[in-house]
């Protein structure tokens, strides 16, 4: 039973417009959520995080919305760039067992010119 | 600042075969993790480890035994190998201590049993 889940293995994005990444959650108990970016041969590398106490977080061209009622939340990237082509993982974590955390299957962008 | 390192980067095993994979950390990390990624699955948590001395099963941790006797190590450990045991494995650490801190990967270690 997957607890996080992106339902989307791929998508492509031509340079400049905006790319949105969606995850799923199922754990009412997941209260931070973490997107991770990764590029072939690499371990996975920290990209932006939310706190279940709020419902929007900005970093540059990157910005993560949560949906707490929907249990769901969306990376958004603008302007999309070739360097953003790499498989995107959503991650979550509860408070309760904050050492545990849950990852997606994830995402492949490709970033067309 | 080498952050986490794995190794091997690779290995071939024969089924039934055994073998260790090692993960050091050089950032005094508390909380220590093995993942491994498979293709449609992403990554799912083998056993985790909050700090010296302590380990926990995750999801998927059948067939697969961990150590933790130094805080800056912790080891995955495969007694008798089986073919759905080919994997990328992933070794991560983070500090409790820094809130909800991320976690640090290594590059992973690709496993082959044949």
């Known amino acids: 039973d997957q607890q996080v889940k992106q339902n989307s293995p791929s998508l492509s994005v031509q340079e400049g417009r905006i790319s949105i990444l969606n995850c799923d959650y199922t754990?009412?108990?997941?209260?931070?959520f973490l997107w991770y970016k990764k590029y072939p041969a690499e371990g996975p590398t920290f990209l932006i995080s939310?706190?279940?106490?709020?419902d929007k977080n900005e970093d540059g061209r990157f910005t993560v919305f949560l949906n707490k009622s929907a249990k769901h939340l969306s990376l958004h990237i603008v302007p999309s760039q070739p360097g953003d082509s790499a498989v995107y993982f959503c991650a979550a974590s509860a408070r309760s067992s904050a050492s545990k955390i849950i990852f997606g299957s994830g995402t492949r962008l490709s970033i067309r010119p | 600042n080498a952050g986490v390192t794995q190794t091997p980067k690779f290995r071939v095993l024969k089924t039934g075969q055994s073998m260790t994979l090692l993960c050091a950390q050089d950032m005094n990390h508390e909380y220590m993790y093995w993942y491994r990624q498979d293709p449609g699955m992403g990554l799912r948590l083998i056993h985790y480890?909050?700090?010296?001395?302590?380990?926990a099963k995750g999801e998927v941790p059948d067939g697969y035994n961990v150590s933790r006797l130094k805080k800056q190590n912790f080891l995955l450990g495969l007694e008798s190998a089986a073919p759905s045991q080919t994997s990328v494995y992933f070794c991560?650490?983070?500090?409790?201590?820094?809130?909800?801190?991320?976690?640090?990967f290594g590059n992973g270690t690709r496993l082959t049993v044949t």
């Open positions: 991560a650490s983070t500090d409790p201590g820094q809130g909800n801190s991320p976690l640090h």
């Open positions: 939310i706190s279940s106490i709020k």
């Open positions: 480890s909050v700090g010296e001395g302590t380990t």
């Open positions: 754990n009412s108990m997941f209260d931070y």
